[in-house]
C-alpha cells in the first residue's frame, strides 16, 4: 500500500512552509531517520527525516514550492515488495483531498475586510492568460497560498492563469507570469461577494488606497516573505491584546566595564584552526542577560506568563534575545540563565546568534522562553520602548551607554549611564512589581561583581 509523506508540522505555530531542496529522487530506497528534504519556515531551515522504510515512488512537490500547507502530500512512497509506478498511482490518486483541503482554505481567503485592489488607472487593458482547465463558475482555483495573495494583490483572476505546480495548481511564478503579461484581472463581482467587515472592527487600509497615494513608477512592490509576515501578525497581536506599561530608569556602567575588562584580559587562549583565540570574550549584553536573569531570579513574582485561567509561574530565567536577521529578527533563548556563567552565557549567544543569521535554528531554540531583552545600544540609541513578545509578560529594551553629568553628593561627576525601559504586561506585572523587577536589574547592573558568585 502507497505510503504518502506529507508536510510536517515543525513547530506548533507552524501552518504552512517553502519546500528548499529534496535530498532524494525517486527510485531512492529510505528508511526511517534518513534524511529526505529541507522545509523553511519563516524563521529556519529544517531537515525532515522519513519515518517509514521505502522506495520513493512519486515526489509531489517540487523543490522550491512556497506556501505548502501544514499535511499535504509532498511524496509517495512505495512500500516493501510494491510496485513503485503502481504506488505512484494509487497515491496520486488520493493526492488532491490531502493537500489542498479547499474547504478550509476556502473559508480562510473569504475572511479578509479590505476589498480586492482596482486596477491602476496606468495599466492597459490586459492581454487573456490561456488556461488548460478553466474553473466553472463558483469554482474555487487549485492554487498555493502565496500564489493566492500576490493574485489578490494585484487584481488578477486566478481563473484565467493556466498553473505549472502539481496536478495543475497555480503557483508564484505563474501568477507573476500573469502579472507581467498583462493578465487577466478579477471580475468585479468578485468582490462584492466578500462578507462585509465587522462594523466595529478597525478597517486598514486598502493595498490599491495605500498605491494610489503615490505617484506611478515612483516605488516597487516588494513581496511579504513568511517571516515578515509573522512577525507583522505577531507585533499586532501583543499591541492589541496585551496592556503595556513601561518603566524606564537609568544605570551606571563604570563598574561593570572594568569588570568586563579584567574578566576578558583574563581569558585563557584555546588553540583553534585558525590560531589561538580566547577562551571568551564577554560584551556588555551578555551581562545584561545574566543581570535580568538574576533579576528574575530575586523578583519570582515577574517571572511569570498570563493566560485567562492562571497565572504561569516559572522556575527558571530563561531569557530571549533579540537578534537582527535579514529581513526581520528572531529572538533565541539562554535557558536557565540565572545558572549560567558570564564565560556559558557569552559562548552560548555567539552560536546561537551565527545560528540564527544562517536561519538554522531549531523551533525549541527560539520559541518559548520567560522575558527578553532587546538592545539597540550599538545603534547608539539612547532609549526605546520594545514590544512584549507574548507569552512573556516583561522585555528590557536597553539604550546606549553614554558619558553623562550625574550629581553625587552635591558634586558634577561624569559617569558612564545607560537607559533601560521595561515593558510588562499590567495583568501580569503590576506598577510596584515591575518597579521592584526594574531596581533588581539595576542592583545587578551597578555591582556587577554579584554577578560572579
Not at 483541503?101 to 486596477?119: G, I, L, Y
Request: glycine share 8%.
Amino acid at each position: 500500500m502507497p505510503i504518502n509523506i506529507t508536510m510536517p508540522a515543525l513547530s506548533p505555530t507552524m501552518e504552512e512552509g517553502n519546500l528548499a531542496k529534496w535530498l532524494v529522487k525517486e527510485g531512492d530506497k529510505v528508511g526511517p531517520g534518513d534524511v529526505i528534504a529541507e522545509i523553511e519556515t519563516d524563521k529556519a531551515t529544517m531537515e525532515v527525516e522519513a519515518v517509514d522504510e521505502g522506495t520513493v515512488a512519486k515526489i509531489v512537490v517540487p523543490a522550491g514550492t512556497e506556501g505548502v500547507k501544514v499535511n499535504a502530500l509532498i511524496a509517495i512512497l512505495a512500500g516493501e515488495g510494491e510496485d513503485a509506478a503502481a504506488a505512484a498511482k494509487g497515491g496520486a490518486d488520493a493526492a488532491p483531498a490531502k493537500a489542498a483541503a479547499p474547504k478550509e482554505e476556502a473559508k480562510a481567503d473569504a475572511a479578509p475586510a479590505a476589498p480586492k485592489p482596482e486596477t491602476p488607472k496606468s495599466e492597459t487593458t490586459p492581454a487573456p492568460v490561456a488556461s488548460s482547465a478553466p474553473a466553472k463558475a463558483g469554482d474555487r482555483p487549485f492554487s498555493s497560498p502565496l500564489a493566492r495573495r500576490i493574485a489578490k494583490d494585484a487584481g488578477i483572476d486566478l481563473a484565467a492563469v493556466a498553473g505549472s505546480g502539481p496536478h495543475g495548481r497555480v503557483i508564484k511564478k505563474d501568477v507573476e507570469a500573469a502579472i507581467a503579461g498583462g493578465g487577466a484581472k478579477a471580475a468585479p463581482a468578485a468582490a462584492a461577494s466578500a462578507p462585509a467587515a465587522t462594523p466595529s472592527a478597525p478597517k486598514p487600509m486598502s493595498d490599491d488606497a495605500v498605491l494610489k497615494l503615490f505617484e506611478d513608477g515612483s516605488y516597487e512592490l516588494v513581496p511579504h516573505d513568511g517571516m515578515r509576515k509573522t512577525i507583522a501578525k505577531r507585533l499586532l497581536e501583543a499591541k492589541s491584546t496585551v496592556p503595556h506599561f513601561y518603566l524606564t530608569l537609568d544605570c551606571e556602567l563604570d563598574a561593570l566595564l572594568e569588570l568586563r575588562a579584567q574578566i576578558n584580559a583574563a581569558s585563557p587562549m584555546r588553540k583553534t584552526e585558525k590560531g589561538d583565540v580566547p577562551a571568551y570574550k564577554l560584551s556588555v549584553n551578555d551581562m545584561i542577560i545574566k543581570a535580568m536573569a538574576l533579576a528574575l531570579r530575586d523578583v519570582p513574582e515577574a517571572n511569570v506568563s498570563w493566560t485567562d485561567a492562571n497565572m504561569v509561574k516559572h522556575k527558571h530565567s530563561d531569557v530571549g534575545v533579540a537578534v537582527s536577521i535579514p529581513g526581520g529578527l528572531i529572538t533565541p533563548i539562554i535557558r536557565k540563565a540565572e545558572q549560567k556563567t558570564l564565560s556559558t552565557i557569552s559562548n552560548e549567544m555567539k552560536d546561537l546568534a551565527k545560528r540564527a543569521r544562517d536561519r538554522k535554528l531549531k523551533p525549541e531554540e527560539y520559541q518559548g522562553g520567560t522575558t527578553a531583552v532587546s538592545n539597540l545600544g550599538m545603534f547608539g540609541v539612547k532609549d526605546f520602548a520594545a514590544i512584549i513578545n507574548p507569552p512573556h509578560a516583561t522585555i528590557l529594551a536597553v539604550g546606549a551607554g553614554e558619558e553623562r553629568a550625574v550629581v553625587k553628593k552635591g558634586e558634577i561627576k561624569v559617569a558612564t549611564v545607560m537607559s533601560v525601559t521595561l515593558s510588562t504586561d499590567h495583568r501580569a506585572v503590576d506598577g510596584a512589581l515591575g518597579a521592584e523587577l526594574a531596581q533588581a536589574f539595576k542592583r545587578h547592573i551597578e555591582n556587577p561583581m554579584g554577578m560572579l558568585v
